[in-house]
């Protein structure tokens, strides 16, 4: 049997029981057969395959279509200009975050799936960007504007798309539904049949589709087959964990949610098994890890707990809940791994820490960014109290100082926070405004009234150029070592995605690991100093005593590490090697 074949028939054995699960035995078996023949017409296209999921090369840069501008280009044409010119060497994925039709909630309130925004180009800036760079796209699976075709069908009545939405007596109990925001969860729409209140998680231009009827999963699915035809190598499922929705639950992490992943992750197994399928889950670390299910879920996850433990490690001069973290909670299935990121379009979660950080020392760190010029946005809970939900500030002014306040260290403590980040096991991320060390951005703020804005500055191309021509400006320090520390990394097979990871503990001032090779030829000791001080790190470890010469990766140096110390400076990194 053909791999092809075989791949089809695999996928039909492990779909009919979900589908069964999710719809009944009926409705799963004309759902099959209509899945069946989108996913033929598909691979009767042609798909690449690549021998390898992931490697140590894989670097994504997270960005809007517009996050860089040139007069006289279209935005997605000038970004590709500005990747292929800096980062050809740098990053291997570039994550365009939804550069369809919207109607706010820069982009995530989409309004046709199948369109590129005319305001940021077409489909062939879109794959012209992906004939130099693996492409990452949004499914923007949970909701859709309300000036989609969609839900103007359901104002008006007309089938199919009118049964599509959620309608749900505004006297219902729904105080258990677990709340991102402070927002209710149903908003009125008159329509053609009166007055209807329809579930809306987000927002009330963000309106929840009802993936209990089986013909939205077919909708879905045709859009998910339409981007990996136009080149998507990884699909991020956004808001994927409030997907399936029934009353008298918290409607959030639904076994039912997660049939629906694993049966996507089924699909992408049938026609594209080079695809990654990453779920983001803004949620407590357990519950976020859920969505590996069993090695056969999601390929990859979001490193959601990262981003806030790094900023309170490099805030309080302290490790300790970091190494903890990452020594007990870290692990992922066989067959899978973790992007890992320090900022990204959205603020820097704080559910992610529930049970990790203590809530004085989030409390404070929350008040820390505050004094730097953040906001922190907030959630509802179900007993009508408000919490936390995320901090909204450019990574740059995070790192203003410490819980003493500001200091000279801003440019040392961004790049220990990537350093970091890129010797973790997994894919690491990074954001163009951190690349770029762009600054809170208030007047985007006030213009917008969104706290998010802060973070989703809008870089004009002849700016930036003249910013990272300038070596006196902090642009052209964190841009140029950023680069160059990604160089590095993509070419040691010991940060290889899923390549051995043992975490240290080498007291509060550091934060230390191993990384081995898959194949055992390369061991790389990944060690940062993340306080404000020099420190001295004792190199009694039987390891570091099995070569007599290292060499750090970072500096290039050669280093005769016996049983002497190690001393660092402020917030110094290094990547040790064997020579």
């Not at 006289?72 to 975050?97: E, T």
């Not at 900023?311 to 190494?323: D, R």
């Not at 570091?544 to 660092?568: M, N, R």
Request: proline share 5%; charged share 20%.
């Amino acid at each position: 049997m053909a791999a092809d074949q075989l791949r089809m028939q695999t996928f039909i054995e492990r779909a009919r029981p979900r589908l069964k699960q999710l719809y009944g035995k009926s409705q799963a078996a004309i759902l099959l057969n209509e899945i069946v023949s989108l996913l033929e017409d598909h691979s009767a296209q042609g798909s690449r395959v690549s021998t390898e999921r992931w490697s140590e090369q894989d670097v994504i840069l997270i960005c809007y279509g517009d996050s860089v501008q040139q007069q006289g280009s279209s935005p997605l044409r000038a970004l590709g200009d500005f990747a292929r010119k800096y980062l050809a060497q740098a990053v291997s994925a570039v994550h365009v975050l939804p550069f369809f039709p919207y109607s706010s909630d820069d982009g995530f309130s989409v309004i046709d799936y199948r369109m590129v925004n005319p305001e940021l180009g077409d489909w062939d800036d879109i794959q012209r960007l992906g004939q130099d760079f693996d492409l990452m796209m949004d499914l923007v699976i949970n909701h859709v504007s309300r000036e989609s075709l969609w839900f103007i069908d359901f104002i008006n009545n007309r089938p199919p798309a009118c049964y599509y939405f959620i309608e749900m007596d505004p006297e219902v109990d729904l105080s258990e539904v677990v709340r991102p925001r402070k927002s209710a969860v149903l908003t009125p729409v008159h329509t053609h049949r009166g007055l209807k209140h329809v579930w809306s998680t987000f927002s009330e231009d963000q309106i929840d589709v009802n993936f209990a009827n089986p013909a939205v999963l077919l909708e879905y699915v045709k859009v998910l087959l339409l981007y990996l035809g136009m080149g998507a190598r990884l699909v991020r499922l956004d808001a994927v964990a409030f997907l399936w929705k029934k009353l008298g639950t918290s409607c959030i992490n639904l076994p039912q949610t997660h049939q629906v992943v694993k049966l996507l992750r089924d699909l992408f197994d049938a026609v594209a098994p080079e695809a990654i399928l990453l779920t983001e889950t803004n949620l407590p670390h357990n519950e976020n890890l859920s969505y590996f299910g069993n090695s056969d879920e999601a390929h990859m996850v979001y490193q959601f707990s990262l981003a806030p433990l790094l900023l309170h490690a490099l805030h309080k001069g302290t490790g300790v809940h970091l190494t903890e973290w990452a020594s007990s909670r870290c692990e992922a299935p066989k067959g899978c791994t973790y992007l890992n990121f320090t900022a990204s379009h959205d603020g820097i979660g704080l559910r992610p820490v529930e049970g990790i950080l203590p809530e004085a020392e989030i409390a404070e760190l929350v008040e820390s960014m505050h004094s730097f010029g953040g906001f922190v946005s907030m959630r509802s809970r179900p007993d009508g109290s408000e919490s936390p939900y995320e901090i909204n500030i450019a990574l740059f002014d995070a790192f203003k100082g410490t819980d003493r306040g500001p200091d000279r260290w801003q440019v040392a403590r961004l790049m220990c926070s990537q350093t970091v980040m890129m010797a973790l096991k997994g894919i690491p991320a990074v954001y163009i405004h951190s690349l770029t060390a762009t600054a809170n951005d208030l007047a985007g703020v006030e213009r917008s009234g969104r706290l998010r804005s802060i973070n989703r500055r809008k870089w004009d191309r002849d700016e930036l150029d003249g910013l990272l021509a300038d070596p006196e400006t902090a642009q052209k320090r964190v841009f140029d070592e950023l680069r160059r520390l990604l160089v590095i990394r993509r070419g040691q097979s010991a940060f290889h995605p899923v390549a051995e990871q043992q975490v240290l503990s080498l007291g509060d001032a550091f934060f230390g690991l191993w990384r081995r090779s898959l194949d055992g030829r390369q061991q790389i000791l990944a060690v940062s100093n993340l306080t404000d001080n020099p420190q001295s790190l004792p190199l009694a470890l039987s390891e570091l005593q099995k070569a007599s010469k290292w060499v750090d990766l970072i500096s290039g140096e050669e280093l005769a590490l016996g049983t002497g110390e190690l001393t660092l400076a402020p917030y110094q990194s290094v990547w040790l090697t064997p020579r």
